[in-house]
């Protein structure tokens, strides 16, 4: 039968070998397969639990489509029951910084696996951007690469008047920051730093490099 947390296709089976001849009405009762449960809790960097969030149970290697889902109850506890035996990947997505948090779930017949979870630290990014004068460059694009998440690079905003932005909600550990000098697309004319969030709030001052003119 269809698992109650399943999404996709997760099912639970039986079988029994039987032989009916003609005739025969046979009583038997079907025995489903051995299965354990798993549970833990989610909390934050802080330590505080964390409510409502959906964790992931991946009991299908071939297609993690199909997977057992549950939600974190008002002390951040989530459970899955009859959970088929073996070894699986547990896992949830921090709802400030998008990274996917992942725990190992070994499951035993009739035996409760614990897995706790707990999202990383985060915090903001201060940006600086001067030209080589000193003077701030305002409007300079700025992107970031938010190393757990990824290689990717996002866009993080424009400078102020001031030629400073704050980007929030970046996640512990490395990024690097892609600056662009204003008004001008050319590869050339940006430059990459590289950062560690490890504090609440990290200051980082790029200086554009300087650009000529053609005669």
């Known amino acids: 039968f269809n698992h109650p947390q399943r999404v996709g296709t997760v099912t639970i089976t039986a079988a029994l070998p039987v032989n009916v001849t003609a005739g025969q009405v046979l009583a038997?009762?079907?025995?489903?397969q051995p299965t354990g449960t798993v549970t833990g809790t989610v909390r934050t960097a802080t330590g505080a639990v964390s409510v409502g969030r959906a964790v992931d149970?991946?009991?299908?290697?071939?297609?993690?489509?199909n997977r057992l889902r549950a939600t974190t109850d008002s002390g951040g506890v989530y459970r899955f029951n009859d959970v088929p035996l073996g070894t699986f990947t547990v896992q949830t997505t921090d709802p400030t910084t998008a990274v996917?948090?992942?725990?190992?779930?070994?499951v035993a017949q009739d035996q409760t696996s614990?897995?706790?979870?707990?999202?990383?630290?985060s915090g903001t990014v201060q940006v600086t951007v001067t030209y080589t004068t000193g003077a701030p460059a305002a409007n300079a694009r700025v992107d970031i690469q938010r190393t757990p998440l990824g290689t990717a690079f996002n866009l993080a905003g424009n400078t102020d008047a001031n030629?400073?932005?704050?980007?929030?909600?970046v996640p512990a550990g490395g990024f690097i920051l892609?600056?662009?000098?204003p008004g001008s697309v050319s590869v050339?004319?940006?430059?990459?730093?590289?950062g560690t969030m490890d504090a609440a709030i990290v200051s980082s001052t790029v200086v554009l490099p300087p650009v000529g003119s053609a005669q």
């Open 28 to 32: 038997q009762d079907l025995v489903l």
């Open 100 to 106: 996917l948090v992942k725990g190992i779930a070994t």
């Open 114 to 121: 614990t897995v706790d979870l707990t999202y990383p630290g």
């Open 57 to 65: 149970l991946l009991v299908d290697v071939a297609n993690t489509a």
């Open 188 to 194: 050339l004319t940006r430059i990459d730093v590289a």
């Open 178 to 181: 892609r600056v662009q000098r």
């Open 163 to 169: 030629g400073q932005l704050s980007i929030p909600n």
